[in-house]
Each structure stands twice: as structure tokens, then as C-alpha cells.
């Protein structure tokens, strides 16, 4: 009988480890911001999932450090199993053939949008409509308003412009408070010129990725408006880190930036003054409006079937409601899962403490579209061409129709595209 | 029997140190210099022979020729700022240190320090100092009754602020190498001179510490000029190469081209173009100046 | 009597230059210590305070903390301890070969030692990236330490010091049947000590505050170093924690300060050895 039980209780000790534990390594970016959250999805999925072990590579700085490293760790043979990758890098990495394919996972599309993944959010993820990345965490270019500067200026928040022109003479009269005090600021950049085109119901490249578009109406509104920055909003040429300085430091009254700095902004600004969120003004017919969503989608690298599976499970786990919510509280960004935004039980209790990030999810929740990243080996450069092309704007006053237009003949070269 | 075994002694000697160098630095670049005439993409399974393309886009376009003479005009604030300011630093440390060394060694530690410090956190705190509004330098300024500038985004301003912030950084290098060669100077020299009757200050100088400073001027000469060349950290940390590639140099061109573009191939080249361009300057450099410099 | 002005009034105008120098010159450290001490709403004020209201400790525990700065100083330790003395290794025997010895090839030894002063490390990065996953080396200690074992500064800069120093004692040893290598390491080494003091300083210090390499090479947490632990709080995208990343900074340069210090006795030491000769 003893003999029995000591045999049964051998065979179950050997029999536990040998319930093949799968390990599956993850990449992410971005510590100070994810560190905490990677760590609590992490710990919720073991949980639920005691046969996979989940191990984090040290973490990135930077999304496109990111890529770089995975670039690199695919030519040295040591890539993770699956990475947290900005949204505008996963074609970077899938045009190597490096990001499986996932409509293989999904087997029931119905299901699966049922879970949250709506269509608008799977776009995200799609090229050639083929999935190959899901969305993570979000983010859209909003406006961040000082209330006691508004109010300076003889405005109030009550009544805050929903127009540009409205703006625009707002961020005049802050402007003349004070030469120390500067009206509004945007960062000359491809993403925010994208959310400006989009405003306008504008649109970078044909949906074939075969010509440019952005030097149409639309475009040349964007960049119009931010000429008019320049020359009537007060916007100084000083950088992006002088300017995310500035906002919290109470010297400026608007600055268009992304959502994802609101935490940032409000521990700086303490309390001096209350930091508000206000949407973009929509310029066009709301159906054709969209605005480039920032922030993270993951990839799946693993090409093993046994870690794709183990992978798979990650993946749901970290896009599903559960996933989204823990993200959404650890790092303040915007979810990208429907059910999270629609089924209030989740996030009630965040919005209640966090009002002010409701305006960035809702803009992303009704317009987020894919952040455009141009094609080809010289799709990156194109945009510190597209940043320069802004800054003649904005700094020596160039023409913003001429500008337009020459860049997008530019940039047409650069890619190939003339015929 | 006796030439054998120098040989091997040499060998011995010379050896490890050269198939280093070899393996780390000579191999990799001719690798490099292969990369240049190919179209290859990092991460990408194949590359095709492009043979002088990736020259001839860099030669015909304005962003290259902005980022080689932005290289020079940065070196040309560099090099010299940094031998003077970090020669007089050891002159008067040097000689403060013999009355009051306590106070030299504190002094010392002050101007090494933007050395021993990493450039990503200075870089931090020097886009704060310099912030337009906020900055204490503006302030300043201000108080003084001085227009402030925009140091980091005015487009015609920022390769010089980025060259004061590189003397700043390498003045302490320069400096200690400096109190290395003036230690070494035998003091019997100076009394020589005393006797011979150029005793103080500046006749001092010129008689004994400048010649016998040769040597180690030439190598602080040689090692900042290499290194304002290769200047990458500052750029890369605090402008990008902007605004509008106003800043851009040539490792940083390099490094956003492969790096951050991924175009591996074009990077080369234009490595191989600013291999060609400091070795030119150098060898200049150094003929000139060791036919002057007296060795013991 | 005016001479005596005259030194006294130099003296006096030097001594003013090299502090207010010293000063300007530590001003951004002066800012980081501020930073490092400000809670976020104070770092982020139109108003120029160089003392915090009151001290945000809280920076330093998050530093040590949530970036496992002791691990990445340690790590730092390691690695440039291992590099310094392998490039010790490489470099003395051949800068004393170059300065006090005549064989053929010298003349392209010293060519390659100068040509390899051009080359930026960022350049040779990749290539030798990709050999080291070719020999399943990356990710290591080795992969830190091995790939900077070649150091043409450290061979330039000895060849100058021993290049300075008298034939004779060498003749002399050779005749008393000393071998080359125990010339080197006993009689030339020790007689170049500033210059040996200077280059452990140097080389210390860049390989502590490297970012680059370390950041190519490895991507286990473990083998972070110190610079890994500020980037930590370093972000492009939603904004920089500051007065954290000011206050790992301010603990990745103190052992840097501290090296300094005492390496500089040394340079003292050099001095009075040359007067007590005399």
C-alpha cells in the first residue's frame, strides 16, 4: 500500500514538470511607460495559463529602436516569439517576412469581431488584407488647452472654439499676453500633418499605395493652418522637447500633441494649472474624416507551430477586454478593443478618476485609421523630408500651397512613383 | 640566430595587438566598403550589386554636401576651441597645483567632468538650460539686456551651439592630456632657463614648456580632430540632425541612413566618403606638424 | 616691487578665470542635481530655482528601484575592468615595439594605428555584430568586452610616452639579459605611468557611459550597464520621466568623479617623482 502510494506520488512529481512548460519570450518598448503594465499582463496570463512561461527581453527605448533591434536579432538567429511594435513599424517588419500572418488563428471571424475586434480596429493590423499585427495601445493627436491662460486672454472654456479660425485668434490673444507666453504649437511632423490631412477628410496615398494624395485640397488646408500658427497663432520654431516643456510649465496655451503625453502633462502642470483635453476640429464630412492612429500593435515572429500556438494565446490574451484594461490603467494610452470602450464595467472606474483621457479615446474610438507608413526602401526617409518641407513653412514662411505641391512631387521620386 | 629571435620578439609583441586591430577594425570596414556598392536593406535576404549608384546619389544630392560641410565647419569651432581652452586650463592648474593643490585637484574634477558624464542624461539637461523661454542661458541673457536666441532650432544657429556644447565636452580630454605631457617635463629645463635668464611667464612658456609640450600637442591635436569629426553623440541626442538636417554631420548621416532607414547599402558609402575625407585631413595634419614637433 | 605686483595681479586674474570657468563649465551638472531633486510640477516651472522646495527623494528610489540601477553598476564594473585590461594586453607590448624597437613594417603598423583613430565604432558595429551571431557569442559578457580588445588610441598613446623615454635603459637592460617582454611590463610600463593613468581613465569612462554597443549586443535585463538604467526613463513618445532619469544620471557619474579623483594623484605623483630626480 505504502509502496503504491510512494509509486503514484513519483510518477505525478515526474509527471508535473514534464507537462512541457512552453516559453515564450516578448519584446516590448518604451520601460517607463510599459514596464509595469508588461509585468501585469504577464502575471495574468501565466495565471491563467500555467503550462506557458512568459520571459521579457530587456526592453527598447524607443519603438523604432525596437524595430532595429528585431531587424538585427532576426539576422543573428535571436528574435523573440512576439513583439509589441509601433503601428507605423510593423510593415517595416513584415515587408522581411519577418511578421507571421494571423487569419489562420482567427477561426471564426464573427466570434472575433464579437470580442471587440471591430473592423476600424483590425484595419489597423492589415495589409492586403492579410492580419498581421493587432492593435495594443493607441493614441491621436488632440488639443492640450491651459484653462488659466485662456482665461488671461479673455476667453473662457465654457465657450472654447470648435473651429480653427476660432482657435487661431484664441491662440493670438494668448500669444500677446506676455513674450514669454507663446499662443499654440504643433511639431512639424509627418504624423501630426497626417492627423491635420485626415481633419480635412484628406488622405496621404491612394488606397493601392501607388500615388501620392496628400497635395490635393485637403493637404494644402493642413499645411495652410499651420502657417497660419506661425504667422497668426504665435507658434515659435522651438522643438519638441522645448515645447513639451513649455505646455506644463504654464508659457504655452494650446499645443496639438499626442494623447499619450495627458499623464506627463498633469504631473508636470501639478498645480498650477488643470490640464484639458480638447478633440481636433473636424473640417470635412465625418465619414471621410480619419485620424492616424499612434501607438502599438503585436506581431507574432515565433515560426515554430508549438510556439505559435502558446503565442497566439498571448496575443488574445493581451488584445482581448482583460488585456486592454490592464494597458489602458497601466499606461494611460487608448484602448484598442471595442468591447473595453463600449462595455462601461471595465473602464468606468478610469474615466471616473481620469475625465480628461476621454476625449483622445473618443476621437479614436469614431475616427482612428491606420497611421500611414510609405512604402518602400525609402518609406522612412520620406518623412524627415515631409518634417523639413513643414518647417520651411512654418519657420520662413513659405508658401503652403507651393510647398505642398513640391514635396508631394518629391516624395513621388524618392518612392517611385512617377510615371 | 640573433635576427630570428628579434623577428620572433617582435612578433610576439606586435602581433596579438595587430590581428586585433586586423579582425575588429580593418575587416569590418573592408566589409563596410563592399556593403557600398550593393543596394542592401538591413534584415533583407538579398542584396544586388549596384556598382557606383549609391556615389553618384550622394554626390548630386544637397543633403550629403550639406552634411560634409557642416562636418567641417563643426570641426573647424572644435579643434582649435578645444587645444586652447584645454592648454591654458592645464597651464593654470598646472602651476596652481604647486601652491595650492587641494584647490587644483577640485578644479581639475570640474573640468573632467562633462567627460565622466553620459551625454543622453547632459543631453537632457542642456536642451533645459537652452530652452528659448525657460532656459536659464535666455534668462540670463534677458537679465543682461541681451536678445535670447533659439540655440537648438534656429536653423543658422544650431551647428554652432552644438560645437560649443562638443568643446565643452572634450575640453577636460584634452585637458588632462595636457597636465600628462607638462608633468613630464623635467624641471631641471626650467631652472636651465632661469639661468639662461628667461625665467617668468611668457618667456618661460615659449623657451621651454611649448617646444617640450610638442610631442603631446600634436597627439591632443590628432586625437580631438578625430574626434570632432566622428562627432555623432551630441547630434544624435539633442537635434537629430535637425532642424530641417540644419545639424546633420556625416556619422550621423551615416547612422540615420542604416539605422534608421535601414538602407545599409547607401550608409557604407557614404562611410567610405568620410573615411576618404578625415584620413586626407589627418595625414595633412600630421606631416605638417611632426616635422616641427622635437622629440627627445 | 612691481615685478611682484605684476605675478601677484596674473595670479589673482588666472585664479578668477579658472574658477568662473570651472563654474560655466559645471552649470548643466549643477541643473541635472537640481532635477534630480525636483518633484515633476516643480521640474516644469517658467521659474529658473537651482534648490528644489523640497527634496523629491523619491526620484533616487525609483532609479534604484524600477531601472535595477546597483545591477547595471555592477555590470558596468565588470565590463570595463575586462576591457581595460585586455587592451592593456594589446596595446603596451606593441606602442613599445613602435617606439624603441626598428623592424621592417613599423612604418605600416603605425599607419594602421593611425588610420584605425578614424574609424568610428559605429561603423565596424555591424560587421562585427553579425560575427559574433555567427558564433552564438552575443548576449554575454564577451560580446561586451571582446570586440574593443583592439585599442589604437591606447597604442597611440603609449607610443608617444615611450617614444619620450631614453634608449639607454632599455640598451642596458637588454645587456643585462632581460627578456623584451619583461623590459616592457617591468622597466618601460612602470616609467610611463601618467600616460598608462591617463588611458585607464579614458577608457574607463568611455566604456562605462557607452550606450551604443551594449544596446546592439544584448537584450537580457541582466547585462544591462549603467547607461541602459537612465535610458530606462528616457521617452520620445509620451514624454521623458526627467527627475528620475536626472537622478540615475547623477548616480552613473559619481563612481566616474570618484575614479577621477583618485586618478589624479597620480598626475601629482608624476610630478614630484620628475622633481625628486632632478
Given at each position: 500500500?505504502?509502496?503504491?502510494?510512494?509509486?503514484?506520488?513519483?510518477?505525478?512529481?515526474?509527471?508535473?514538470?514534464?507537462?512541457?512548460d512552453?516559453?515564450?519570450?516578448?519584446?516590448?518598448?518604451?520601460p517607463?511607460?510599459?514596464?509595469?503594465?508588461?509585468?501585469?499582463?504577464a502575471?495574468?496570463?501565466?495565471?491563467?495559463?500555467?503550462?506557458?512561461?512568459?520571459?521579457?527581453?530587456?526592453?527598447?527605448e524607443?519603438y523604432?529602436?525596437?524595430?532595429?533591434?528585431?531587424?538585427?536579432?532576426?539576422?543573428?538567429?535571436?528574435?523573440?516569439?512576439?513583439?509589441?511594435?509601433?503601428?507605423?513599424?510593423?510593415?517595416?517588419?513584415?515587408a522581411?517576412?519577418?511578421?507571421?500572418?494571423?487569419?489562420?488563428?482567427?477561426?471564426?471571424?464573427?466570434?472575433?469581431?464579437?470580442?471587440?475586434y471591430?473592423?476600424?480596429?483590425?484595419?489597423?493590423?492589415?495589409?492586403?488584407?492579410?492580419?498581421?499585427?493587432?492593435?495594443?495601445?493607441?493614441?491621436?493627436?488632440?488639443?492640450?488647452?491651459?484653462?488659466?491662460?485662456?482665461?488671461?486672454?479673455?476667453?473662457?472654456?465654457?465657450?472654447?472654439?470648435?473651429?480653427?479660425?476660432?482657435?487661431i485668434?484664441?491662440?493670438?490673444?494668448?500669444?500677446?499676453?506676455?513674450?514669454?507666453?507663446?499662443?499654440?504649437?504643433?511639431?512639424?511632423?509627418?504624423?501630426?500633418?497626417?492627423?491635420?490631412?485626415?481633419s480635412?477628410?484628406?488622405?496621404?496615398?491612394?488606397?493601392?499605395?501607388?500615388?501620392?494624395?496628400?497635395?490635393d485640397?485637403?493637404?494644402?488646408?493642413?499645411?495652410?493652418?499651420?502657417?497660419?500658427?506661425?504667422t497668426?497663432?504665435?507658434?515659435?520654431?522651438?522643438?519638441?522637447?522645448?515645447?513639451?516643456?513649455?505646455?506644463?510649465?504654464?508659457?504655452?496655451?494650446?499645443?496639438?500633441?499626442?494623447?499619450?503625453?495627458?499623464?506627463?502633462?498633469?504631473?508636470?502642470?501639478?498645480?498650477?494649472?488643470?490640464?484639458?483635453?480638447?478633440?481636433?476640429?473636424?473640417?470635412?464630412?465625418?465619414?471621410?474624416?480619419?485620424?492616424?492612429?499612434?501607438?502599438?500593435?503585436?506581431?507574432?515572429?515565433?515560426?515554430?507551430?508549438?510556439?505559435?500556438?502558446?503565442?497566439?494565446?498571448?496575443?488574445?490574451?493581451?488584445?482581448?477586454?482583460?488585456?486592454?484594461?490592464?494597458?489602458?490603467?497601466?499606461?494611460?494610452?487608448?484602448?484598442?478593443?471595442?468591447?473595453?470602450?463600449?462595455?462601461?464595467?471595465?473602464l468606468?472606474?478610469?474615466y471616473?478618476?481620469?475625465?480628461d483621457?476621454?476625449?483622445?479615446?473618443?476621437?479614436?474610438?469614431?475616427?482612428?485609421?491606420?497611421?500611414?507608413?510609405?512604402?518602400?526602401?525609402?518609406?522612412?526617409?520620406?518623412?524627415?523630408?515631409?518634417?523639413?518641407?513643414?518647417?520651411?513653412?512654418?519657420?520662413?514662411?513659405?508658401?503652403?500651397?507651393?510647398?505642398?505641391?513640391?514635396?508631394?512631387?518629391?516624395?513621388?521620386?524618392?518612392?517611385?512613383?512617377?510615371k | 640566430?640573433?635576427?630570428?629571435?628579434?623577428?620572433?620578439?617582435?612578433?610576439?609583441?606586435?602581433?596579438?595587438?595587430t590581428?586585433?586591430?586586423?579582425?575588429?577594425?580593418?575587416?569590418?570596414?573592408?566589409v563596410?566598403?563592399?556593403?557600398?556598392?550593393?543596394?542592401?536593406?538591413?534584415?533583407?535576404?538579398?542584396?544586388?550589386?549596384?556598382?557606383?549608384?549609391?556615389?553618384?546619389?550622394?554626390?548630386?544630392?544637397?543633403?550629403?554636401?550639406?552634411?560634409?560641410t557642416?562636418?567641417?565647419?563643426?570641426?573647424?569651432?572644435?579643434?582649435?576651441?578645444?587645444?586652447?581652452?584645454?592648454?591654458?586650463?592645464?597651464?593654470?592648474?598646472?602651476?596652481?597645483?604647486?601652491?595650492?593643490?587641494?584647490?587644483?585637484?577640485?578644479?581639475?574634477?570640474?573640468?573632467?567632468?562633462?567627460?565622466?558624464?553620459?551625454?543622453?542624461a547632459?543631453?537632457?539637461?542642456?536642451?533645459?538650460?537652452?530652452?528659448?523661454?525657460?532656459?536659464?542661458?535666455n534668462?540670463?541673457l534677458?537679465?543682461?539686456?541681451?536678445?535670447?536666441?533659439?540655440?537648438?532650432?534656429?536653423?543658422?544657429?544650431?551647428?554652432?551651439?552644438?560645437?560649443?556644447?562638443?568643446?565643452?565636452?572634450?575640453?577636460?580630454?584634452?585637458?588632462?592630456?595636457?597636465?600628462?605631457?607638462?608633468?613630464?617635463?623635467?624641471?631641471?629645463?626650467?631652472?636651465?632657463?632661469?639661468?639662461?635668464?628667461?625665467?617668468?611667464?611668457?618667456?618661460?612658456?615659449?623657451?621651454?614648456?611649448?617646444?617640450?609640450l610638442?610631442p603631446?600637442?600634436?597627439?591632443?591635436?590628432v586625437?580631438?580632430?578625430?574626434?570632432?569629426?566622428?562627432?555623432?553623440?551630441?547630434?544624435?541626442?539633442?537635434?537629430?540632425?535637425?532642424?530641417?538636417?540644419?545639424?546633420?554631420?556625416?556619422?550621423?548621416?551615416?547612422?540615420?541612413?542604416?539605422?534608421?532607414?535601414?538602407?545599409a547599402?547607401?550608409?557604407?558609402?557614404?562611410?567610405?566618403?568620410?573615411?576618404?575625407?578625415?584620413?586626407?585631413?589627418?595625414?595633412?595634419?600630421?606631416?605638417?606638424l611632426?616635422n616641427?614637433?622635437?622629440?627627445? | 616691487?612691481?615685478?611682484?605686483?605684476?605675478?601677484?595681479?596674473?595670479?589673482?586674474?588666472?585664479?578668477?578665470?579658472?574658477?568662473?570657468?570651472?563654474?560655466?563649465?559645471?552649470?548643466?551638472?549643477?541643473?541635472?542635481?537640481?532635477?534630480?531633486?525636483?518633484?515633476?510640477?516643480?521640474?516644469?516651472?517658467?521659474?529658473?530655482?537651482?534648490?528644489?522646495?523640497?527634496l523629491?527623494?523619491?526620484?533616487?528610489?525609483?532609479?534604484?528601484?524600477?531601472?535595477?540601477?546597483?545591477?547595471?553598476?555592477?555590470?558596468?564594473?565588470?565590463?570595463?575592468?575586462?576591457?581595460?585590461?585586455?587592451?592593456?594586453?594589446f596595446?603596451?607590448?606593441?606602442?613599445?615595439?613602435?617606439?624603441?624597437?626598428?623592424?621592417?613594417?613599423?612604418?605600416?603598423?603605425?599607419?594602421?594605428?593611425?588610420?584605425?583613430?578614424?574609424?568610428?565604432?559605429?561603423?565596424?558595429?555591424?560587421?562585427?555584430?553579425?560575427?559574433?551571431?555567427?558564433?552564438?557569442?552575443?548576449?554575454?559578457?564577451?560580446?561586451?568586452?571582446?570586440?574593443?580588445?583592439?585599442?589604437?588610441?591606447?597604442?597611440?598613446?603609449?607610443?608617444?610616452?615611450?617614444?619620450?623615454?631614453?634608449?639607454?635603459?632599455?640598451?642596458?637592460?637588454?645587456?643585462?639579459g632581460?627578456?623584451?617582454?619583461?623590459?616592457?611590463?617591468?622597466?618601460?610600463?612602470?616609467?610611463?605611468?601618467?600616460?598608462?593613468?591617463?588611458?585607464?581613465?579614458?577608457?574607463?569612462?568611455?566604456?562605462?557611459?557607452?550606450?551604443?554597443?551594449?544596446?546592439?549586443?544584448?537584450?537580457?535585463?541582466?547585462?544591462?550597464?549603467?547607461?541602459?538604467?537612465?535610458?530606462?526613463?528616457?521617452?520620445?513618445?509620451?514624454?521623458?520621466?526627467?527627475?528620475?532619469?536626472?537622478?540615475?544620471?547623477?548616480v552613473?557619474?559619481?563612481?566616474?568623479?570618484?575614479?577621477?579623483?583618485?586618478?589624479?594623484?597620480?598626475?601629482?605623483?608624476?610630478?614630484?617623482?620628475?622633481?625628486?630626480?632632478?
Amino acid at each position: 500500500m505504502k509502496q503504491l502510494f510512494l509509486a503514484t506520488a513519483l510518477a505525478a512529481g515526474l509527471a508535473l514538470p514534464a507537462m512541457a512548460d512552453t516559453t515564450i519570450r516578448v519584446h516590448y518598448a518604451i520601460p517607463t511607460i510599459w514596464a509595469d503594465a508588461q509585468t501585469k499582463l504577464a502575471d495574468a496570463f501565466m495565471a491563467a495559463n500555467p503550462d506557458v512561461k512568459v520571459v521579457i527581453d530587456g526592453p527598447a527605448e524607443s519603438y523604432e529602436d525596437g524595430a532595429q533591434r528585431i531587424l538585427r536579432e532576426s539576422v543573428a538567429g535571436t528574435m523573440p516569439d512576439v513583439a509589441f511594435i509601433g503601428l507605423n513599424l510593423w510593415r517595416v517588419v513584415q515587408a522581411r517576412d519577418l511578421a507571421q500572418p494571423l487569419d489562420s488563428f482567427i477561426d471564426d471571424a464573427a466570434a472575433f469581431e464579437a470580442e471587440g475586434y471591430t473592423s476600424a480596429l483590425r484595419s489597423l493590423g492589415q495589409f492586403n488584407g492579410v492580419q498581421y499585427a493587432l492593435g495594443t495601445s493607441a493614441s491621436t493627436l488632440v488639443m492640450y488647452v491651459n484653462p488659466a491662460l485662456v482665461e488671461q486672454a479673455g476667453g473662457s472654456m465654457a465657450t472654447f472654439p470648435t473651429d480653427w479660425d476660432g482657435i487661431i485668434s484664441l491662440a493670438a490673444k494668448i500669444d500677446a499676453l506676455s513674450p514669454t507666453v507663446d499662443g499654440i504649437w504643433v511639431q512639424r511632423h509627418d504624423w501630426r500633418f497626417q492627423s491635420l490631412l485626415g481633419s480635412f477628410g484628406g488622405r496621404p496615398m491612394t488606397a493601392d499605395e501607388s500615388d501620392i494624395t496628400f497635395d490635393d485640397a485637403a493637404g494644402i488646408a493642413a499645411a495652410k493652418v499651420m502657417a497660419r500658427f506661425a504667422t497668426e497663432g504665435g507658434m515659435k520654431s522651438y522643438g519638441v522637447d522645448d515645447a513639451r516643456q513649455a505646455f506644463p510649465a504654464g508659457t504655452l496655451g494650446i499645443m496639438l500633441e499626442s494623447s499619450s503625453l495627458l499623464n506627463r502633462f498633469i504631473e508636470g502642470a501639478g498645480d498650477k494649472f488643470d490640464v484639458t483635453v480638447k478633440p481636433l476640429p473636424v473640417s470635412a464630412d465625418p465619414a471621410s474624416v480619419y485620424f492616424p492612429t499612434g501607438g502599438s500593435g503585436i506581431v507574432m515572429l515565433a515560426t515554430d507551430p508549438a510556439q505559435q500556438a502558446a503565442v497566439w494565446r498571448y496575443m488574445k490574451f493581451v488584445t482581448g477586454a482583460d488585456g486592454a484594461k490592464i494597458i489602458v490603467e497601466n499606461t494611460g494610452f487608448a484602448p484598442t478593443n471595442a468591447k473595453v470602450i463600449n462595455d462601461a464595467s471595465y473602464l468606468a472606474d478610469f474615466y471616473a478618476k481620469n475625465p480628461d483621457h476621454k476625449p483622445g479615446h473618443e476621437q479614436i474610438a469614431a475616427f482612428a485609421g491606420p497611421w500611414y507608413a510609405f512604402p518602400g526602401s525609402e518609406g522612412v526617409a520620406v518623412t524627415d523630408l515631409i518634417a523639413a518641407a513643414l518647417t520651411e513653412v512654418t519657420d520662413s514662411q513659405a508658401d503652403a500651397e507651393v510647398t505642398v505641391k513640391a514635396l508631394a512631387e518629391t516624395v513621388r521620386e524618392r518612392l517611385g512613383m512617377k510615371k | 640566430m640573433t635576427r630570428r629571435r628579434e623577428t620572433l620578439t617582435t612578433l610576439v609583441l606586435v602581433g596579438p595587438a595587430t590581428l586585433a586591430m586586423t579582425m575588429l577594425i580593418f575587416v569590418p570596414v573592408v566589409v563596410v566598403a563592399g556593403l557600398s556598392f550593393t543596394d542592401y536593406q538591413f534584415g533583407a535576404h538579398s542584396l544586388n550589386f549596384v556598382g557606383l549608384d549609391n556615389y553618384r546619389t550622394l554626390f548630386t544630392d544637397p543633403q550629403a554636401r550639406r552634411a560634409v560641410t557642416n562636418t567641417l565647419l563643426y570641426a573647424a569651432v572644435v579643434i582649435p576651441g578645444t587645444c586652447t581652452l584645454g592648454l591654458l586650463v592645464a597651464l593654470g592648474l598646472h602651476s596652481l597645483a604647486v601652491r595650492a593643490p587641494r584647490a587644483a585637484a577640485v578644479l581639475r574634477a570640474a573640468y573632467f567632468l562633462p567627460v565622466a558624464a553620459t551625454l543622453v542624461a547632459m543631453a537632457v539637461a542642456w536642451q533645459m538650460l537652452l530652452h528659448p523661454n525657460l532656459g536659464l542661458v535666455n534668462q540670463m541673457l534677458a537679465a543682461a539686456g541681451l536678445p535670447g536666441q533659439r540655440w537648438l532650432s534656429d536653423r543658422g544657429l544650431v551647428l554652432y551651439t552644438l560645437a560649443v556644447i562638443g568643446i565643452w565636452q572634450s575640453l577636460g580630454y584634452a585637458m588632462v592630456l595636457f597636465l600628462a605631457g607638462l608633468a613630464a617635463i623635467p624641471p631641471q629645463l626650467y631652472d636651465a632657463a632661469e639661468v639662461d635668464g628667461a625665467g617668468e611667464g611668457w618667456d618661460r612658456f615659449w623657451t621651454v614648456t611649448w617646444p617640450m609640450l610638442g610631442p603631446t600637442t600634436l597627439f591632443v591635436l590628432v586625437i580631438t580632430a578625430t574626434g570632432a569629426f566622428r562627432a555623432f553623440e551630441t547630434v544624435a541626442t539633442l537635434t537629430k540632425g535637425g532642424p530641417a538636417f540644419a545639424s546633420d554631420v556625416l556619422v550621423y548621416a551615416m547612422y540615420r541612413e542604416g539605422f534608421v532607414y535601414f538602407k545599409a547599402g547607401y550608409s557604407a558609402a557614404i562611410t567610405m566618403v568620410f573615411f576618404v575625407l578625415t584620413l586626407a585631413v589627418t595625414v595633412l595634419k600630421f606631416r605638417v606638424l611632426e616635422n616641427r614637433v622635437h622629440y627627445r | 616691487m612691481t615685478r611682484d605686483l605684476t605675478r601677484v595681479l596674473t595670479r589673482a586674474f588666472a585664479l578668477a578665470a579658472l574658477i568662473l570657468g570651472a563654474v560655466l563649465v559645471l552649470s548643466p551638472f549643477l541643473w541635472m542635481l537640481a532635477l534630480s531633486l525636483k518633484a515633476p510640477d516643480e521640474i516644469f516651472t517658467p521659474n529658473i530655482d537651482l534648490i528644489p522646495n523640497s527634496l523629491h527623494w523619491e526620484n533616487y528610489a525609483a532609479a534604484f528601484g524600477r531601472a535595477n540601477l546597483l545591477r547595471s553598476l555592477w555590470n558596468g564594473a565588470i565590463v570595463c575592468a575586462g576591457i581595460l585590461v585586455l587592451q592593456t594586453i594589446f596595446a603596451v607590448p606593441c606602442a613599445f615595439a613602435l617606439a624603441q624597437r626598428r623592424f621592417a613594417g613599423r612604418g605600416v603598423v603605425f599607419g594602421l594605428v593611425l588610420a584605425g583613430l578614424l574609424v568610428p565604432f559605429h561603423v565596424t558595429a555591424i560587421p562585427i555584430f553579425l560575427g559574433l551571431a555567427q558564433v552564438r557569442m552575443l548576449d554575454s559578457y564577451t560580446a561586451l568586452i571582446a570586440p574593443f580588445a583592439a585599442s589604437v588610441f591606447g597604442i597611440f598613446l603609449f607610443r608617444q610616452a615611450f617614444a619620450a623615454l631614453p634608449t639607454e635603459v632599455f640598451e642596458a637592460a637588454r645587456v643585462d639579459g632581460l627578456s623584451e617582454p619583461a623590459i616592457v611590463w617591468r622597466i618601460a610600463f612602470p616609467l610611463a605611468l601618467p600616460a598608462a593613468t591617463a588611458f585607464a581613465l579614458f577608457s574607463i569612462v568611455a566604456h562605462w557611459n557607452d550606450l551604443f554597443w551594449p544596446l546592439i549586443a544584448t537584450s537580457n535585463p541582466a547585462l544591462a550597464t549603467p547607461p541602459r538604467a537612465i535610458l530606462y526613463f528616457r521617452d520620445a513618445e509620451s514624454g521623458a520621466e526627467v527627475g528620475a532619469l536626472m537622478a540615475a544620471a547623477v548616480v552613473v557619474v559619481a563612481p566616474m568623479v570618484a575614479l577621477f579623483l583618485v586618478a589624479q594623484r597620480r598626475f601629482v605623483q608624476g610630478l614630484a617623482a620628475g622633481g625628486l630626480k632632478g
